[in-house]
């Protein structure tokens, strides 16, 4: 069983900053991969961004390519979701979620965390 506890959400001013983190206990972090995942009100959860277990490789959907970074640290167990210039279509409530294979589908995934909002003013 795998535990997931995402961070760092806020309201920010449209063209600011934030870090999403992602703990992860209960099993060895190194083996999933993470994906990072977003739910705005009346939408569906749509993929943002993810990284193997290795590090070795990321993905990102199109709409984030440039301002979103995905990182993680295996000896803290924690995924990063680096998001700069952030607009107020940002706005959502963000997930991590643990799975075998990179994969954009939700269904793909084992493990989520309970979410942080992240809303963006204009």
């Known amino acids: 069983q795998v535990q997931l506890v995402e961070s760092g959400g806020g309201l920010v001013q449209a063209g600011g900053s934030l870090r999403l983190s992602c703990a992860a206990s209960?099993?060895?972090?190194?083996?999933?991969?993470m994906g990072w995942f977003r739910q705005a009100p009346g939408k569906e959860r749509e993929f943002v961004s993810a990284?193997?277990?290795?590090?070795?490789?990321?993905y990102y959907t199109d709409s984030v390519k440039g301002e979103f970074t995905i990182s993680g640290d295996n000896a803290r167990n924690t995924v990063y979701l680096q998001i700069n210039n952030l607009k107020p279509e940002d706005t959502a409530v963000y997930y991590c979620?643990?799975?075998?294979?990179?994969?954009?589908?939700?269904?793909?995934?084992?493990?989520w965390g309970q979410g942080t909002q992240v809303t963006v003013s204009s």
């Open positions: 979620a643990a799975g075998g294979l990179i994969r954009t589908s939700p269904t793909e995934y084992d493990y």
């Open positions: 209960g099993h060895t972090f190194s083996t999933y991969s």
């Open positions: 990284i193997s277990w290795s590090g070795s490789r990321t």
